[in-house]
Each structure stands twice: as structure tokens, then as C-alpha cells.
């Protein structure tokens, strides 16, 4: 009763300032109907989460979506997919013509802890993180359609005895097909956090018959952002950022990775080791320009500016040493975006072409994630 008593001041508002000002509405509609073209996830890193949106113009949608405080967010389809991972287990499917509200919302199983998800058709493929296998549902009920068993692509190498779990993270569909990443950790090392093993890799998977038709073995370890197509060499490639060994585990021995399934060949565009620093994260602008999030052993952060083609390091556009650091970063219409953790939670606004910082957006949680939303 409260929402439908909140729309029906929200289309009052805008009927009156419609009637005083014919340029007002599109600015009320960001703001009261939550339009965007970016989705915010944010955390209290405790018990909650939110999901808002926010346009190229740089306004925050009025209201939000409550989530839980370990989720990701996907844009599928005309669908929000948030994944809320650890200790929830759950899709939540929010509805951009429903003011981004949640429409349904169903489980993957107890400690499953969902990580990505692809739609293909009626399916929606969702990797877990705890669990030896791809989980195959229907997208409009949240029903089990199957299981895809990828019990036998675990890693083999271990402190102890293997753990049976080949920690399937990044998902997407591509030219029909379904690739999802396997960062193939050992959890069962008493020294060191989830150190990789012998090798990460990347699933092909037919979606006519779920069946898993090719594996193919990234140069680099642990890939542990989402999968990303881009075009950067007249090819549409997928590319992750293979981190290696991370966090207390710091080793510069990961890299920006590209997989090309059409000509079957890979890309490095920016190496751990020049960079000082461990990747977590990425956008490419085009053949030229790109930007990553990386790392250091101290653990401050920065975003670079650097060339995709040759791994060239243009800039350091902004550096966290003690206030704070970056998490989530995206790219729209001439601007990167930011989302900041420090005493202040914010997202910073980039405009690349102008080389300055814009626009600071105050937010009353921790951004953690940042994508578009076409």
C-alpha cells in the first residue's frame, strides 16, 4: 500500500511540474522513476545491501532496491539479476518497467554461494562458487532444469587431497555458446588463502544439449573479475583479469587475459608484473585506451590509463593510499566511473577526454560494484 501511495505522488509531481515546465520531466523521471543507465550495488559489509541506478547525466535514482550486503549485479535481457552470494543463495530479478523492484526471487541451494549468471533462450546458467556444477534453471519460474557436472575440470593439485571444486566464477553467453571461468584454487592449503594451482580455464558449453564441448587453458591464473567482450583487434574476444595469486597472497603473476574463440587464439594486454600490482578489474575504451583497478601489496589501489594493444602504461589517473579505496568501475559515454570506499562512500566521475574529475556523487553505503545497463 505505501509504494502505491509513493507512485501515486511521484506522477502528481510529475503532472504539475509537466504542466509548469515541459523541460522538467526527463530530470524528475531519473530521479522519482529510477531511469539509468548504470547499476550501483552497495554494501553496509554487514547485513544489507542496495541496488540503485544512475544516468550519464550524473543523477542517482531516487529510490532503491534492497539487496544483500554480498551481491553482483547483471544486466540480462531487459532484466537486473542480482546475485546475492554468501549465506543468502538467492537470484533476485528486479524489472526495469517496475521501477527496478524485485519481481521474484528464488534460491540455488543452501551454501552454494552464486557467483554469475547467462541466459540462453528460457535458461539462465548460474555458476557456484561451493559446488562441483553449473546450475541450469528456468528464467521465468526459477525452476531446476539440470545440473551440467564439471566435477572432472577440478583441480588435481593440492597441499592436501583436492578439494573437488573448480570455483566456477565469470559466466557469459557468446555466439551461442555459454563460457564460464574456473579459477581452480586449493582450498585445502593451511598456509595461504585459495593460492592457485596448476592452471585456470575456460569452459565452452552447448546450450542446445548442456553439454561442456571444449576446455581451453588461460596463460594466466585465477580470473577473477567478470568475462568481457570487446572488439580491440577486428575480433570480438572474450577477456577477464587473471589476478593469480592475490590479497595475502601477493604475487605479481597475473594479467589482463583475452580468449578469441572464433580464430581460437589469446590476448595479454597488461601484465602484473609491469604494473607492480595485482589486476581486479578492467574497462577497455577502445584499441587504444583502457583503464584497470589494481592493487598493491600494501594494499592501496589506483586506476591507471593504459594502451590494450602493447600494455603500455599512459597514467595514473588517481591513487588510494590512506583514504579509502576503489571498488567498481565502469565506462559510459565519455566518462569512467567510480565507486570509492573511505570515510565518505562516493562515485567519482572521470571524463576521459577532458582528463579531470567532474562530478562526486555522495552515497550512504559502500559502492562495491558498478555495471552498465544498455
Do not use: W
Not at 537486473?80 to 518497467?97: A, G, H, K, S, W
Not at 573511505?342 to 567519482?348: A, K
Amino acid at each position: 500500500m505505501k509504494k502505491i501511495i509513493k507512485y501515486m505522488i511521484i506522477l502528481k509531481i510529475l503532472v504539475i511540474n509537466y504542466c509548469k515546465d515541459i523541460k522538467r520531466p526527463d530530470l524528475l523521471l531519473s530521479l522519482l522513476l529510477n531511469k539509468g543507465q548504470l547499476g550501483i550495488i552497495t554494501s553496509d559489509f554487514s547485513a544489507s545491501g542496495r541496488f540503485y541506478t544512475l544516468n550519464d547525466q550524473g543523477f542517482l535514482s531516487f529510490n532503491y532496491t534492497p539487496i544483500h550486503s554480498d551481491a553482483s549485479g547483471f544486466n540480462l535481457d531487459n532484466k537486473i539479476y542480482i546475485l546475492n552470494r554468501l549465506n543468502r543463495d538467492t537470484v533476485q530479478v528486479l524489472d526495469p518497467e517496475f521501477f527496478y523492484q524485485t519481481i521474484k526471487e528464488f534460491s540455488t541451494g543452501n551454501g552454494t554461494n552464486p557467483h554469475g549468471i547467462a541466459v540462453y533462450q528460457n535458461k539462465a546458467y548460474i555458476t557456484l562458487y561451493e559446488k562441483p556444477y553449473i546450475l541450469v534453471v528456468d528464467r521465468d519460474t526459477g525452476l531446476e532444469i539440470k545440473k551440467i557436472d564439471i566435477s572432472s575440470y577440478t583441480d588435481t593439485v593440492a597441499y592436501f587431497t583436492p578439494d573437488g571444486i573448480p570455483e566456477a566464477s565469470g559466466i557469459i553467453k557468446f555466439n551461442n555458446k555459454i563460457y564460464v571461468a574456473l579459477q581452480r584454487l586449493d582450498r585445502t592449503d593451511p598456509y595461504r588463502i585459495f593460492p592457485v594451482t596448476d592452471y585456470s580455464s575456460l569452459l565452452e558449453i552447448d546450450p542446445e544439449n548442456d553439454q561442456v564441448i571444449n576446455q581451453y587453458i588461460f596463460q594466466y591464473k585465477n580470473p577473477i573479475s567478470k568475462l568481457k567482450i570487446y572488439n580491440i583487434t577486428g575480433e570480438d574476444c572474450i577477456f577477464v583479469a587473471n589476478a593469480g595469486n592475490v590479497g595475502f597472497n601477493f604475487a605479481t603473476d597475473g594479467a589482463i587475459e583475452g580468449f578469441c574463440p572464433v580464430s581460437n587464439t589469446s590476448l595479454i594486454l597488461l601484465n602484473e608484473y609491469d604494473v607492480k600490482a595485482d589486476i581486479l578489474d578492467f574497462v577497455i575504451i577502445d584499441s587504444s585506451s583502457a583503464f584497470a583497478l589494481i592493487e598493491y601489496s600494501d594494499f592501496s589501489t589506483s586506476i591507471i590509463k593504459f594502451n590494450p594493444l602493447n600494455g603500455n602504461i599512459i597514467k595514473n589517473i588517481i591513487n588510494y593510499k590512506n583514504n579509502g579505496f576503489a571498488a567498481g568501475l565502469e565506462y559510459l559515454n565519455g566518462n569512467l566511473y567510480i565507486g570509492e570506499n573511505s570515510q565518505y562512500p562516493l562515485i567519482r566521475i572521470y571524463n576521459i577526454q577532458r582528463d579531470l574529475f567532474t562530478q562526486i556523487l555522495p552515497l550512504e553505503q559502500n559502492p562495491t560494484e558498478i555495471f552498465a545497463i544498455p
